[in-house]
């Protein structure tokens, strides 16, 4: 019990991520069971990196691939923090995978309860099992598995509703100020990384 | 106590730092208490951040300066660190100082007992009196508070020497796949940032 004072109102936490990042897997394994002994909801607010790459760094890649020393310390860093976390872990053959397809159907499923386990399951399927989420049919078995309409569901991914929320995730965080991915906002106060999660609770709970 | 296993060799732990950097300052203040509850002793790295950034990124300043976004979130999250930690915090007017020469005295330091104690003095004249640590006047007036021999000092960190000791320092630090400030270095193993300080010193004594 990291949190014992447990948040009197009901609080919530955003977590921001992007199912492409590998720091955001191991946030997003681990948010929710951390944030419920908190008392603290989770938001959960798919967005897409890669334009605020593009805008902010200029670049077009990952950074982890941009700058590759970097980036070769990123790999060593993600064994050793699955380890600590007990998490599986498998460096995937290709970095980052098109993230926007899972990406839509995490805003479809935005409030109702399967969002949570879909997120993890995609995040699984990507750095545990090295799955190339990108393809519709990747997710559709993700979909399937937890006994979901998977048709119905990425038919209504692409639709321009769907789209445009997606954008407007996207915008949004470049609007706050955000730069990478996982990223957690408590009352308007921003937490960068996964190593801040445990930050961002005490945030929550102390005020 | 949060490191109650203390290491039974005489395990140590390189910290990796620029005087110039900020998250440095927050480690430089917290690394020697932490380390020494857990039986690990500090073996203290300045080096220079500049030539490694330049290198890398192909950028002359600091990246909190040619990416402002992250540079804002930077601010805040230093001052929220600082009050975690019950350390004193100033935003300083100029940012990134020139922390040549006092990187210099602290290869004269090199393992004399006066090395720990002046490199935090010089932190906290940079993050907490927002003092200009590029003057050799201000690093004189560190070393005089000391009691040590300022002007003998400051004669050796111009010494052909002590250069080419900060020179080699900087030059390892890019050999071992360092990108940024601090590192913490343990039988190997690569733990980069303020935050990671912890996982360093577990693995130090876990294995």
Redo the contacts between chains.
Sequence with gaps: MPFPWRSAMSQSIEFWFDFASTYSYVAALRVEALCEVAGLKVNWKPFLLRPLFTE??GIRDSPFNA?P??G??MW??LE?LCA?YSLPWCRPKAFPRNSVLAARVACVAGEESWGPEFVRAVFRANFADDLEIGDASVLADVLDEMGLPSKEILQRAVSPEIKDRLRAHTTEASTL???GAPTFLVSG?????Q??LE?AIRWAVTR
Excluded: H, P
């Excluded at 106060?189 to 990384?193: K, L, P, Q, S, Y």
């Design positions: 902010q760094l700058f020393v970097r070769r310390y060593r860093d050793r600590k100020g955000m730069f106060e921003m937490f960068f990384g190593d801040r930050d």
